[in-house]
Each structure stands twice: as structure tokens, then as C-alpha cells.
């Protein structure tokens, strides 16, 4: 296996990938705030679309350097603290009613073939096969691959831009924080709606570029995640995005997600010295206890308002 070093990585410019010219605004200049690697990178907008992206960034034999294998999504467990009586109670509350499940998105009909997209260790297609869908995975990290695997999922080890899907072939398809880790989401889409079948539904999730903790943390926002974040979505661009690949009937909700506030405020605070309080508003989101469930009404506001910093589009392919 090649160790990526920091000098041998090679950067790339690029142009929109919706074709419009080239007239782009510097919106932000940060870092990895995630494991803290070497780069400076820069958040263009393109005045004509709308889409933000990431430019100059990592090239695909380059941006393995920015995934190490302590990146959390490649986990394979989450561990939960134990609780007992009311407050136990409390927190299934508010899991199953504020911060909801991924599989609500999915169709009534549990019958037909799935595929995810950047499956990770294969949590979600745990809880869609117990639903009775024919499961399948895309995963980009092969250690994470191998816990799907191990699990008995099939799963496809490689990047989506080149990986072979059978055409015709899908009822539904979803990617959850996966698209705006792409480098060309664009072919991604077209590859995607190809593998569908006709009336196929896509679900995706995305940091909103337009959420609060966006605007009120700008580059400490842990929603931005230089440079493994190619691309920055908002609802218009992302619905400009799809329309231009086909899919039809765009649905947008926004998901209550307080966390994503509270790691900003401890990457702000971590950056202005504060590393003690940083360090403790982290923990209290590792732990998952009780005090971080109790600012779930204060995301949902913001869900409500469109202001959260996760949403989700559920689109079609026509018949």
C-alpha cells in the first residue's frame, strides 16, 4: 500500500460542472478542521448557478490523504451510553420523533432492490434489508467495505465515478452525506439515473450551505469539512443539479441535527484557544447523553425553518 505524503499530492482547478462560464466569487478560505492536515483551500461561487465548490482541491489519487483511517464514518460501530427509566425513555423519544431514521425516507413498498451509495460499514443496509429490500453498497474505503461485507452485503469497492452498475436495474438508490465528497457529481448523477429503473426514486442527504451554523461560523463550520467536501449544496442548486440530469418531482426536508452547531461552536472555540470548553462541548456530542437530546427542539425549530445544516432531496427518474 502507497503512504500519501503531503508534498506528492497534486491539487486541480476546475471549471463548473454545469457547464455555466467562467465567472466565479472567493466565498470562503479555511481548513481541515476534521484531523487538522496540511492545506489552505478555497470556496468558490459560481455566479451563474449558484453551486459553491471546492477549488483548487485534492485530485482522486490525491484525496486519500484526506481520509485517514480514524475518519469517523468508516467506524464500524457507534457506541451508545446506557440509561435506564425516564431518561432513557426520553432519549428514544426524541430519536424516533425529532431527530427521525433514515429509513422513513424510503418508499412503502420494501420489495424491490436497493442500492447505497458510499455504504460505509453497512448500517444503513442493515436496517433496509430487516425491511425487507434486496441490498447492495458502493464504498470507496475498503476497510469500511469489509465490515458491510462481513455482515453478507454485496459490496462494491471503488470510486463511484468508475465503478460498472447494471443499467435498468434499481428501485431505489440512496447516498447519505455522499455527494458533495465527489469530484464529478454530475457524472455520478447521469451514471445513476441510468442504473434506475424507470420511476425509480433517488434520496439523498447534504450539508445545507445555507444553514445558521454556516453563516454564523463560516470557516469553522463543521458541516464544511475541508477538502474531503468538493462541492457545497444549497436547496436551489442542488434542485438545478438533478433538473439538469433528468430526475423530476424534487422533495426537500431539513433534519434536526444539533450536533452539527455544537461541534462548530468547540472548532471556533478549539481555534481561539479555548481548548478546554472546545473539548468539552465535543465530548458531550461523543457521548450522546442526555444534555446533548435536550437542544433537539431548538433543531427542529431550525429544520422547520430551513436553517438546519442537514437536508435530504427524494427525486424520480419518469417512467
Request: charged share 20%; with cysteine; proline share 5%.
Amino acid at each position: 500500500m502507497t503512504i500519501l505524503k503531503f508534498d506528492k499530492l497534486k491539487f486541480e482547478k476546475l471549471s463548473c460542472p454545469n457547464g455555466c462560464s467562467n465567472s466565479d466569487r472567493k466565498i470562503i478560505i479555511g481548513k481541515d478542521t476534521l484531523h487538522e492536515l496540511e492545506g489552505t483551500f478555497t470556496i468558490v461561487r459560481c455566479n451563474n448557478c449558484g453551486l459553491s465548490r471546492t477549488s483548487p482541491r485534492p485530485d482522486q489519487k490525491s484525496v486519500g490523504y484526506y481520509y485517514p483511517d480514524n475518519y469517523r464514518p468508516y467506524s464500524s460501530a457507534t457506541i451508545m451510553p446506557s440509561s435506564k427509566g425516564i431518561w432513557k425513555s426520553i432519549r428514544t423519544w426524541v430519536r424516533n420523533n425529532v431527530s427521525g431514521k433514515t429509513t422513513d425516507y424510503l418508499p412503502a413498498n420494501s420489495s424491490g432492490r436497493l442500492l447505497e451509495i458510499g455504504c460505509s460499514t453497512g448500517k444503513f443496509l442493515n436496517a433496509a434489508s430487516n425491511l425487507g429490500w434486496q441490498v447492495e453498497g458502493v464504498e470507496f474505503s475498503k476497510i469500511a467495505a469489509r465490515h458491510a461485507r462481513a455482515q453478507g452485503h454485496q459490496v462494491i469497492v471503488g470510486q463511484l465515478e468508475t465503478v460498472e452498475l447494471p443499467a435498468n436495474s434499481y428501485d431505489v438508490v440512496v447516498g447519505w452525506m455522499v455527494l458533495e465528497h465527489l469530484h464529478n457529481p454530475s457524472a455520478v448523477l447521469s451514471h445513476l439515473y441510468m442504473a434506475m429503473k424507470p420511476n425509480g426514486v433517488l434520496i439523498l442527504s447534504v450539508p445545507n450551505f445555507n444553514s445558521w451554523s454556516r453563516r454564523i461560523f463560516g470557516q469553522f463550520w463543521y458541516g464544511l469539512q475541508l477538502p474531503t467536501h468538493l462541492f457545497h449544496f444549497t436547496e436551489p442548486s442542488l434542485r438545478k443539479t438533478l433538473e439538469k440530469k433528468g430526475f423530476i418531482n424534487c422533495k426537500f426536508s431539513y433534519q434536526a441535527n444539533i450536533k452539527d452547531f455544537v461541534l462548530s461552536l468547540s472548532i471556533f472555540l478549539k481555534n481561539k484557544g479555548y481548548i478546554r470548553f472546545s473539548s468539552v462541548l465535543r465530548n458531550m456530542v461523543e457521548s450522546a447523553g442526555l444534555k446533548i437530546h435536550l437542544f433537539y427542539p431548538v433543531a427542529a425549530l431550525a429544520a422547520v425553518l430551513k436553517g438546519s445544516s442537514r437536508m435530504v432531496v427524494v427525486v424520480r427518474k419518469p417512467h
